[in-house]
Every structure is written in C-alpha cells, then in structure tokens.
C-alpha cells in the first residue's frame, strides 16, 4: 500500500492573485506549516530548515513559463534523534 499523498490544482488567475499565492507559501515556508486545499482535496506540508530550490524558465514566442519547484524530506523527531552521532575519545 501506498502513502503518497498528491494535490493538484490548475486555474487561470491574475497576477494580484499569484502574488497572494505566492505570499500565502512564504508565510507557510516561515512558519513550517503549509495547508493547502480545495473543495474536495487537502495536503498538509511541513516544509523543513533545508529545501531544494529549483527555477526555471522559458520564452518561445509570445508564450512564457516560470515553474518553481521546492522539495524536501519531512522526518519526526525521533528520526532526528536517530541520525545523531555521538564521537568519544
């Protein structure tokens, strides 16, 4: 059995509207709780100190595409706890 959880979400909107997105995610990245959901489908993220950033962008002709991609990997304390190391000499 599976525990991958996947939302997706496509719509046209404004640009005042993407900045607010864009806001929401910041707030989310700096409080380490990102909820995202719609009328049928919720996914919670709790984003870490260490993300993965990836941008790209593209121009052909009069079409433009800006795709910004951020991962990382939630783990539970005890993990942290786990991967510690203790050095004695």
Do not use: C
């Amino acid at each position: 059995m599976s525990d991958t959880e996947r939302f997706e979400h496509e719509s046209i909107e404004t640009h005042k509207s993407i900045s607010e997105y864009l806001t929401a995610l910041q707030e989310g990245f700096e409080n380490g709780r990102i909820q995202l959901t719609t009328e049928k489908k919720e996914i919670s993220l709790l984003p870490n100190d260490l993300l993965q950033l990836s941008i790209k962008a593209r121009k052909k002709g009069d079409k433009s595409k800006l795709t910004i991609k951020v991962s990382w990997r939630e783990s539970d304390e005890k993990e942290k706890e786990d991967a510690r190391i203790t050095i004695q000499t």
